[in-house]
Nanobody, 127 residues
Framework: QVQLVESGGGLVQAGGSQRLSCIISGRIFSNYAMGWFRQLPKKEREFVAAISRSGGRTYYADSVKGRFTISRDNSKSTVYLQMNSLKPEDTAVYYC????????????????????WGQGTQVTVSS
């Protein structure tokens, strides 16, 4: 049984920073490519960032490029999303997702490509 648990959400002022964490249990973390998605109020869930198994390749949505950084620590079975220069429009429930893959340098952008999901953590950015 694979479980993903996000943490680090909360209330932050516009222009501030927040770091989300997602720990995976039940499997070997280094076998998984990871991603972050978010669901804005009354909108569909959307892609935010992705990272390969090796951590050597990352990809970002245009809306967060230059402000957010995805990283991973395989020794801690944890993926992070560092969010800087936050804007009110970043307010959303953030989800981490995992996909088992044999390819160390592949990342995935679409929701259906991921097998496992966390329960989500709310990030609220006040203006």
């Amino acid at each position: 049984q694979v479980q993903l648990v996000e943490s680090g959400g909360g209330l932050v002022q516009a222009g501030g920073s927040q770091r989300l964490s997602c720990i995976i249990s039940g499997r070997i973390f280094s076998n998984y490519a990871m991603g972050w998605f978010r669901q804005l109020p009354k909108k569909e869930r959307e892609f935010v960032a992705a990272i390969s198994r090796s951590g050597g390749r990352t990809y970002y949505a245009d809306s967060v490029k230059g402000r957010f950084t995805i990283s991973r620590d395989n020794s801690k079975s944890t993926v992070y999303l560092q969010m800087n220069s936050l804007k009110p429009e970043d307010t959303a429930v953030y989800y981490c997702a995992a996909r088992a893959t044999d390819y160390s340098d592949d990342y995935y952008l679409r929701q259906f490509e991921y097998q496992y999901w966390g329960q989500g953590t709310q990030v609220t950015v006040s203006s």
